[in-house]
């Protein structure tokens, strides 16, 4: 879990029933034409944290347990390193690589340990975005194109959680 103090920025979200009801709604208007808008969910005052720990409880998953700032910041410069090599060598060297992991259980184990522990670990990048105030208001959106969205927080995360768990990314017993 990312620490608390990383997390405070605002999320910008928006459910995606949403988002494509303003990209069709751009498409069958002469004034969407040439324009770019910002499209977001009805909350501003949604953080990182909140998003992270409303997504985890309605997935079933234990409450997140925070990480501390200097454990965080050294995880993230110790990955870093790791996210580099492992790019280069799949660059160079992915036929072998995937050669070795079908064919060697070990290999296989160390380099799904190696993935997930790469995933897991937020980049420098994503915990400055993490810690972004900056709200995106999609206002020229309402007044132009007549943007609605109707999907708030909480009904967002429930409808995400239930296609996570339908397409099995997810395998968990609801809450």
Not at 65 to 88: D, E, L, Y
Request: glycine letters at 6%.
């Amino acid at each position: 879990m990312l620490p608390r103090e990383y997390c405070g920025g605002i999320a910008n979200l928006v459910y995606v029933d949403d988002l494509v009801s303003a990209v069709i709604r751009a498409l069958y208007t002469t004034t969407g034409v040439n324009e770019a808008y910002n499209i977001n969910g009805p909350s501003t005052d949604i953080t990182w944290n909140l998003y992270f720990d409303t997504l985890n409880a309605a997935l079933g998953f234990p409450p997140l347990q925070p990480q501390g700032k200097g454990s965080a910041r050294f995880s993230s410069a110790i990955m870093q390193p790791v996210r580099n090599t492992a790019k280069w060598m799949l660059k160079r060297w992915q036929e072998p690589i995937l050669h070795l992991y079908k064919k060697s259980a070990i290999a296989k184990l160390l380099m799904n340990r190696a993935e997930r522990m790469i995933r897991q670990t937020p980049t420098v990048a994503e915990y400055a975005l993490y810690s972004r105030t900056d709200f995106y208001p999609a206002t020229k959106a309402v007044e132009q194109l007549g943007y609605r969205p109707r999907f708030d927080l909480k009904r967002g995360i429930e409808m995400s959680a239930g296609w996570l768990r339908h397409h099995r990314y997810v395998i968990t017993e609801p809450v």
